[in-house]
């Protein structure tokens, strides 16, 4: 989908959005049914161009945001700088807050048992006015139940 002006490194299209303009796509996502959000560094760059299934997965996700300083330098050395990176982890949390000062509801998916449920407890814990909907960890059979 994309948001508009992308950079190309290395055959991955990113976003050219600063951290704030980030989250508020994030959260027009959210608004139009949700989306994929990915957070390329340069090692996740470098299995890409290696491994055909991660670099579609990267490829098709709504938002690609730059993850490292590696891609800033390399998207200035190509004479396309990006106005900045955007940590995943910082993004995340940013989102985090704008959901529980919205009260917007989140779901906490993925991992190993117990993973999905300690973030959702350490981000509860972060933002007290979030209100988390439900937790599952990656090891579920059933698409729907989730």
């Known amino acids: ?10 055959g991955i299209p990113f976003d050219v959005l600063t951290p704030g303009e980030a989250v508020d796509r994030g959260f ?10 990915v957070t390329p ?3 996740i760059v470098m299995v890409c161009r290696k491994n055909p299934e991660a670099r579609e997965a990267v490829v098709t996700a709504d938002l690609i945001l730059a993850d490292g300083i ?7 050395s190509l004479g396309r700088p990006l106005q900045s990176r955007v940590l995943g982890v910082e ?11 919205t009260g917007k509801t989140v779901f906490f998916l993925g991992g190993k048992p117990g993973v999905a449920a300690l ?4 981000a509860a814990e972060r933002f007290p ?6 937790v599952c960890d990656g090891y579920f ?6």
């Open 1 to 10: 989908m994309g948001f508009g002006l992308r950079t190309n490194i290395l």
């Open 91 to 101: 993004w995340t949390f940013s989102m985090l807050a704008r959901c529980a000062e």
């Open 28 to 37: 027009q996502l959210m608004g139009s049914g949700g989306g994929r959000v």
């Open 70 to 76: 590696g891609i800033l330098k390399a998207a200035k």
């Open 129 to 134: 006015n979030l209100t988390v909907l439900g």
């Open 41 to 43: 560094n340069p090692e």
């Open 141 to 146: 059979t059933d698409d729907e139940e989730v």
């Open 119 to 122: 973030a959702a407890e350490k």
